[in-house]
C-alpha cells in the first residue's frame, strides 16, 4: 500500500497547475513557515495563508 499510496498522491500533485505545484515546493523548501513564503513572494501573510487554504481545499476534493 505505500507505494500505490505514493503513486496516488503523485497524480494528484500532477493536476495542479505549475504555479500552484511551485507554490508547493516554496512550502517545503520554507519548512512550512508562511512568513518566509509571504516575505519571498512579496505578499502579506494573509495572501499567503489564502493561497494554502485553497489548495489544502482543492487537494481534499481530489481526494472524494
Not at 516554496?26 to 493561497?51: C, E, H, Q
Amino acid at each position: 500500500s505505500g507505494i500505490s499510496g505514493w503513486n496516488s498522491s503523485y497524480r494528484m500533485l500532477a493536476r495542479l497547475s505549475d504555479k500552484e505545484q511551485q507554490f508547493i515546493l516554496a512550502f517545503v523548501k520554507s519548512s512550512g513557515s508562511l512568513k518566509d513564503m509571504a516575505k519571498s513572494m512579496g505578499v502579506s501573510y494573509p495572501t499567503v495563508r489564502n493561497i494554502l487554504d485553497d489548495l489544502i481545499d482543492k487537494l481534499s476534493k481530489m481526494n472524494e
